[in-house]
């Protein structure tokens, strides 16, 4: 099984504040990577696949980028809707595989 | 507007056996992969299992954790998607995800979630 690793596993950020979370896979996944976001006692929500396409109806806040093994999901300019969970996915390789999330919460 | 949802959690004892069902709308499902995936209470996200489409057999993928016990079918006449699930055992207490796959440019990922079926697995 490829191991998502995430970081940090939690932060505490401002309104307006640019955040950056890392995701790690332990062997190479090209760019099959995907991003969600997901808010307590919600659904996740898709924000980006293939590293760095964003969803449809997905705001250009948010951006991804990378290949191979080390991955990047950032958003610009943080919000109060933007407070939730944040988990990374590898479907280049079966099993699927869900990193262990960050925790993005107000400062 | 896509619309996934689920039915069929519950309580269940230590070895019973459970089936969700999943009913989708607002797309069409026979052109799609469809995926299982749950979270634990207070835990992350872990991918139970996916079911490709009929131009692809129908054949099915498993997580480790639920190989031999779960089986992920479909019924495209009624855009249903079903888990079957066999020997449950108290860390398959989770909330139960039915989710979207979606054809790319490179492959398949992942896009709509259901709102989730909750089960609990105990005696």
């Known amino acids: 099984d490829i191991q998502m690793t995430q970081s940090p596993s939690s932060l505490s950020a401002s309104v307006g504040d640019r955040v950056t979370i890392t995701c790690r896979a332990r062997?190479?996944?090209?760019?099959?990577l995907a991003w969600f976001q997901q808010k307590p006692g919600k659904a996740p929500k898709s924000l980006i696949y293939?590293?760095?396409n964003l969803q449809s109806g997905v705001p250009s806040k948010f951006s991804g980028s990378g290949s191979g093994t080390d991955f990047t999901l950032t958003i610009s300019s943080l919000q109060p809707e933007d407070f939730a969970t944040y988990y990374c996915?590898?479907?280049?390789?079966?099993?699927?595989?869900f990193g262990g999330g960050t925790k993005v919460e107000i400062k | 507007e896509v619309q996934l949802v689920e039915s069929g959690g519950g309580l269940v004892q230590p070895g019973g056996s459970l089936r969700l069902s999943c009913a989708a709308s607002?797309?069409?499902?026979?052109?799609?992969?469809m995926d299982w995936a749950r979270q634990a209470p207070g835990q992350g996200l872990e991918w139970v299992g996916r079911?490709?489409?009929?131009?692809?057999?129908?054949?099915?993928e498993y997580a480790a954790s639920v190989k031999h016990r779960f089986t992920i079918s479909r019924d495209d006449s009624k855009n249903s998607l079903y888990l079957q699930m066999n020997s449950l055992k108290t860390e398959d207490t989770a909330v139960y995800y039915c989710?979207?796959?979606?054809?790319?440019?490179?492959?398949?990922?992942?896009?709509?979630w259901g709102q989730g079926t909750l089960v609990t697995v105990s005696s």
């Open positions: 293939g590293a760095s």
């Open positions: 989710v979207r796959g979606f054809r790319y440019s490179s492959g398949w990922s992942t896009d709509y």
């Open positions: 996915q590898q479907y280049n390789n079966y099993p699927l595989t």
């Open positions: 079911i490709r489409n009929k131009p692809n057999g129908y054949t099915t």
């Open positions: 062997q190479g996944i090209s760019n099959y």
């Open positions: 607002g797309f069409t499902f026979s052109d799609h992969y």
